[in-house]
Nanobody, 127 residues
Framework: QVQLVESGGGLVQAGDSLRLSCAAS????????MGWFRQAPGTEREFVAG????????YYRDSVKGRVTISRDNTKNTMYLQMDSLEPEDTAVYYC????????????????????WGQGTQVTVSS
């Protein structure tokens, strides 16, 4: 079992930055590929960014490339999402998620391949 707790969300203005954190407890954090997803009201949950178990490989949705950086510290069992130049369209609940051990990085953007989810943290960007 893996427990995930997000933090760092809030209300900011367009152009501001936020850093989200995802603290993990449970088994083998450093053996799991991880991802960030988001869900705006009335929309489906969508992939934002993913990172391999080692942290060496990352992947982003096109709309956030250049503005968002995903990272992880396996010594602290924590994953991060640095978001810069925030836009009102980034407003959503942000979720961190973990794959099972042995999951394929090829599915890093696929919501159904994640087995563990946090409760989410709200990010609101005003114009």
């Amino acid at each position: 079992q893996v427990q995930l707790v997000e933090s760092g969300g809030g209300l900011v203005q367009a152009g501001d930055s936020l850093r989200l954190s995802c603290a993990a407890s449970g088994r083998a954090f450093s053996s799991r590929h991880m991802g960030w997803f988001r869900q705006a009201p009335g929309t489906e949950r969508e992939f934002v960014a993913g990172i391999s178990d080692s942290g060496r490989t990352t992947y982003y949705r096109d709309s956030v490339k250049g503005r968002v950086t995903i990272s992880r510290d396996n010594t602290k069992n924590t994953m991060y999402l640095q978001m810069d130049s925030l836009e009102p369209e980034d407003t959503a609940v942000y979720y961190c998620a973990a794959m099972n051990i042995g999951g394929s990085f090829g599915y890093i953007g696929t919501l159904t391949k994640y087995d563990y989810w946090g409760q989410g943290t709200q990010v609101t960007v005003s114009s």
